[in-house]
């Protein structure tokens, strides 16, 4: 039989059209199952993002709060504050000196420093030999200590680029008279960022926050637009990943970071980018975080194959189950009455019609048998 006849037959007429019906009903299902797994997928991926951006975030409040402590802890030491309410320098440094190496090597806390009202540095443990220095213009967290006689950490942009600070008021037989604070540098959080997640991260200054560090400020010249890289665990790929129309990409809510795709050296990359505040939670920049999408794209496409074939499999159960059934219990039936008819015609009416299936078929092989035996009494007369 060929194909012009097969479509024109009764087995063509109705089981093409079921099985037609069934692919398309399965292709549909096929592909709303794998978009909502790609879906699924990229949520999972999305949510991974914003969980690296706030690991890196919540490294900085950690040791924020950890400079902090420890400026309250030292504020609170009778013999070093008595030193400094004395303007004893040498006594001081005796005193705390041995403490800071201390914290230093085991901890990576890169400063400590004593301040006079409002910002003027009295003694600088990683800078021992200078001091006296005016820091009103520049470290606003000092001057807002010294002013309110409170607390106050944070990111701030100064002499050295972007610094974490804890400062706390120093207070001797009940007068304020200074500050004391510790701190560390941003790139130590952002380093221990990556060794925690496995990402690259970045630190993206705008130019606002740009200008107010100090020409001293030994930066990467990496440039991205008006903005410049801080700092990076990968200068190379967030020079070439992160361009100045995604960082004008309106800031997710609540300072939620935002997520986005782009292709990168050849590879795609899941690239969040989360706002970066300062002390005063101005903002200052923003912290972007690099993942490879290899491995996602390699799920999504085994996700893909795996269902071509389950589907495919499934179809072509579907189809074997319902042309098996079609033709068992309609076509095959109809297939032989139509072939008895044919014999009646010719005058072949000896072999009995009968079939037995309880339906309408049977009702019309009974029909047929009648009329098989009007016709043969007839012949015979």
């Known amino acids: 039989m060929n194909i012009l006849d097969y479509r024109s037959s009764i087995k063509g007429k109705t089981i093409v059209p079921v099985v037609l019906l069934l692919f398309l009903s399965m292709t549909g299902l096929a592909l709303y199952n794998y978009f909502s797994q790609v879906a699924l997928l990229n949520r999972e991926a999305e949510d991974s993002m914003k969980t690296a951006a706030n690991t890196a975030q919540n490294i900085i409040d950690s040791r924020l709060k950890q400079y902090q402590q420890t400026a309250a802890f030292v504020a609170a030491l009778p013999t070093p504050t008595a030193a400094f309410a004395q303007g004893d320098r040498n006594r001081l440094l005796n005193e705390v000196g041995p403490g800071f190496g201390h914290l230093k090597t085991s901890f ?26 005016d820091l009103s213009q520049i470290r606003q967290t000092v001057v807002y200590t010294n002013t309110n006689k409170k607390g106050s950490r944070g990111i701030e942009v100064g002499r050295g680029g972007l610094g974490l600070r804890g400062v706390m008021p120093v207070t001797y037989q009940g007068k304020h008279i200074g500050s004391v604070e510790f701190g560390g540098d941003l790139s130590a959080a952002i380093d221990e960022a990556k060794e925690v997640s496995g990402l690259e991260y970045g630190v993206i200054l705008t130019p606002t926050a740009e200008s107010q560090a100090w020409p001293e400020w030994q930066r990467q010249e990496k440039k991205i637009g008006d903005n410049v890289v801080f700092y990076s665990t990968n200068y190379n790929l967030i020079g070439k990943a992160i361009t100045p129309n995604l960082l004008k990409t309106p ?24 706002t970066l505040r300062d002390y005063s939670g101005q903002a200052i920049g923003h912290l972007v975080v690099l993942k490879d999408r290899t491995n996602l794209i390699s799920r999504i496409r085994l996700v893909l194959f795996v269902n071509i074939i389950i589907y495919l499999v499934v179809l072509g159960g579907i189809a074997w189950a319902v042309s098996k059934g079609l033709s068992k219990t309609v076509i095959d039936p109809v297939i032989a009455l139509t072939a008895a008819a044919d014999d009646i015609s010719m005058g072949k009416c000896e072999e009995k019609i009968e079939f037995k299936s309880g339906d309408e078929i049977q009702g019309l092989a009974k029909s047929l048998d009648r009329m098989r035996v009007s016709m043969k009494k007839m012949m015979e007369e």
């Open 251 to 274: 800031a997710a809510p609540a300072d939620q970071a935002l997520v986005v795709q782009a292709d990168v050296l050849g590879k795609s990359y899941d690239i969040a980018i989360k």
């Open 108 to 133: 990576g806390f890169a400063q400590f420093q004593y301040h006079l009202p409002p910002a003027t540095s009295f003694l600088r443990m990683h800078q021992v030999d200078k001091y006296g220095d």
